[in-house]
């Protein structure tokens, strides 16, 4: 497939030479920084903490200085040693105000150490990372990473902790100088009270109680004036969809939606856009712990893709993002890798169900056909409809069963879900619901006969992609398969030809490995998976979509580096729900058991034995 660039761009220079005429990568000057202020800090740190390091040349000089200077430089080269440790990782990511606060810190650690009887290595090496910031400072102009006010909250909280087991080691730093035998309580006490600015209940001799009540005193002060910094700082959310956004998005779509069974989900409205010069394609994107994460292709013309990809890079790059994209197709992996020089690598592959060839006769539907028809003749029924066909009244029932059903006070997903039912232009959506009449329980519900809940999101005029699966955790096993079955089946009256399904993590290795044959290399990954089947849905996640006979299509992670790859795969699961740092609701109802989001690429273990059973 030929791509070319983007209209708006001069010339058609491939993504490759234009590469090479921008001239050469980056220096890695910010990560050897990062490390020689890590390193610094350090140094800082230990300078002010222990007496064996105090003992100079500079001794001499340090007796005629005021008596409190030295206390306070102490104190001063912890301080500046600790912040640097801070600053480090900023360093490494280029950003601007992190080169800001190192350059005024290195010169103060430098004086602490000079004045804090200490040889003139350390400042030496402070001013020399000094020099090397100053003449390097091109290299840090990234800028700022989206934030909120949770980040004081957590400074607290990682502060409060370093500080006290730094202040144990400061209290615990001069033994020939303590008077008595204070017990760990005993210190421990000490150093709360000396991060308050009190003194504490351990004594010492000559003037070691200034230097110790000194530098318990700056940890507190650290701690207490970085949180104020952060929670009073203007916030810098990260980047949401706007009605505007939307909107181009969606005419996008309704000319180009048909290409990638992920292209719905773009307008979800946690995301970010950027879009080609000519506006004919964009990129949708979250940043998660610094990764700038994008899913599934670009959306657009194909012919505009290398323009979106190029603001995508370029946002990337401005604010020292580690770029990635987490399941692109085979043709959206080609056309990345070509225009950026990242490397891609297989994740799974979706399971796709082309309507016109689904049947449930044969023997390799006999599963499927028999758990189907014992659910029926359990009086189950079923209905698939449009969303925009459903009432006011069906509608809402719908969007509180998903949401009371959920297993999870965080709603799950990213690359392949929503996050919403019936929303604003999303009347083409599909419903399938399973119902049961019961007389006693449906006076009592809130939904009525309703027991089990499949979303669809449209793909393209004619295919549909799998959004969400709810059910209610009284009903009987298999509630998906009948809702699958229900859908494969009434997809024609919709005009539906394909059905996305669940995406299969690993599935290629899964299949291979249990194959006559497979080498021990393959049987060996194949068993890991199997073993780590046992927390995550990995194995039976695969099983369960095979059961409909689909054809897999593949799909690619794309990323920079292979160090980037640890870095990326905690962020995909941040993005997707999987691990929350968000601070728990304590005053929630807690939520019936429910099963998890079908779409996601790792799935709790709570789930898997119905899974298993169906």
């Not at 610094?40 to 409190?68: K, Y």
């Not at 998005?249 to 879009?275: C, E, P």
């Not at 009256?493 to 497979?518: D, P």
Request: proline content about 6%; glycine content about 10%; overall charge positive.
């Amino acid at each position: 497939m030929s791509v070319t660039v983007d209209g708006d761009k001069s010339g058609s220079v491939p993504g490759r030479a234009r590469r090479i005429l921008r001239g050469p990568r980056p220096e890695r000057v910010p990560a050897l920084v990062g490390t020689a202020c890590t390193l610094i800090g350090l140094i800082d740190i230990a300078a002010g903490v222990f007496p064996r390091f105090r003992a100079s040349r500079m001794h001499n000089l340090a007796e005629v200085l005021p008596g409190t200077l030295g206390p306070l430089s102490a104190a001063l080269s912890l301080s500046a040693g600790v912040l640097l440790l801070l600053l480090a990782h900023g360093l490494k990511r280029h950003k601007r105000r992190a080169w800001r606060a190192a350059v005024v810190l290195l010169p103060l650690g430098a004086l602490a150490q000079f004045a804090w009887r200490h040889s003139v290595t350390g400042a030496v090496l402070s001013l020399a990372l000094l020099a090397l910031l100053v003449r390097h400072r091109d290299q840090f102009a990234a800028l700022p990473d989206p934030r909120s006010r949770w980040r004081a909250l957590a400074n607290f909280v990682v502060m409060g902790a370093g500080s006290i087991a730094l202040g144990l080691v400061i209290v615990s730093a001069h033994p020939r100088r303590v008077i008595g035998s204070p017990s760990l309580t005993d210190r421990l006490e000490h150093v709360l009270y000396g991060l308050f600015g009190f003194e504490g209940p351990v004594a010492y001799t000559g003037g070691t109680d200034w230097t110790v009540g000194y530098s318990l005193g700056a940890l507190g002060m650290l701690t207490a004036l970085t949180t104020i910094y952060l929670a009073f700082r203007p916030e810098h959310p990260a980047a949401r969809l706007t009605e505007d956004d939307e909107t181009k998005l969606r005419a996008l779509l309704d000319k180009h939606g048909a290409r990638d069974s992920l292209g719905h989900f773009a307008l979800r409205r946690d995301k970010g856009v950027v879009f080609s010069p000519s506006g004919k394609a964009a990129v949708c994107y979250r940043v998660v712990s610094g990764v700038m994460l994008a899913s599934g292709d670009p959306i657009g013309d194909v012919e505009a893709w290398p323009g979106a990809i190029e603001r995508f890079m370029d946002e990337a790059k401005a604010h020292s993002w580690t770029p990635a994209v987490m399941g692109c197709s085979e043709t959206g992996g080609q056309v990345w890798t070509r225009e950026t020089g990242l490397d891609a690598l297989e994740l799974g592959d979706e399971a796709v169900v082309d309507v016109a060839g689904f049947s449930l006769s044969g023997r390799a539907m006999r599963n499927v056909r028999q758990m189907v028809k014992r659910i029926e003749r359990n009086g189950y029924t079923t209905k698939v409809r449009r969303v925009a066909d459903l009432s006011d009244g069906e509608l809402a029932r719908v969007r509180r069963a998903a949401e009371d059903w959920r297993g999870t006070d965080t709603e799950r997903g990213f690359s392949m879900a929503l996050g919403r039912i019936g929303g604003p232009g999303d009347g083409e959506a599909v419903i399938a619901t399973a119902h049961k009449e019961d007389p006693e329980d449906s006076a009592d519900s809130p939904y009525g006969d309703l027991k089990a809940i499949i979303h669809f999101v449209p793909w393209g005029t004619d295919g549909m992609s799998l959004e969400l699966m709810r059910r209610d955790r009284s009903a009987d096993p298999g509630m998906n398969e009948l809702l699958i079955v229900a859908a494969l089946q009434d997809a024609p009256r919709l005009g539906i030809e394909r059905v996305s399904l669940n995406f299969a993590m690993f599935r290629a290795a899964l299949a291979r490995g249990e194959k006559i044959g497979a080498g021990p290399v393959l049987r060996v990954w194949r068993g890991l998976l199997v073993f780590l089947s046992r927390w995550f849905q990995i194995e039976s996640l695969y099983k369960f979509n095979a059961k409909f006979q689909p054809r897999w299509e593949p799909r690619f992670v794309v990323y920079r580096t292979s160090r980037d790859l640890p870095r990326i795969g905690f962020a995909a699961m941040q993005a997707e729900g999987f691990v929350n740092f968000t601070l728990p609701r304590p005053f929630t109802r807690r939520r019936r058991a429910a099963e998890p989001h079908p779409c996601a690429h790792i799935v709790p273990s709570q789930t898997e034995h119905e899974i298993r059973a169906a």
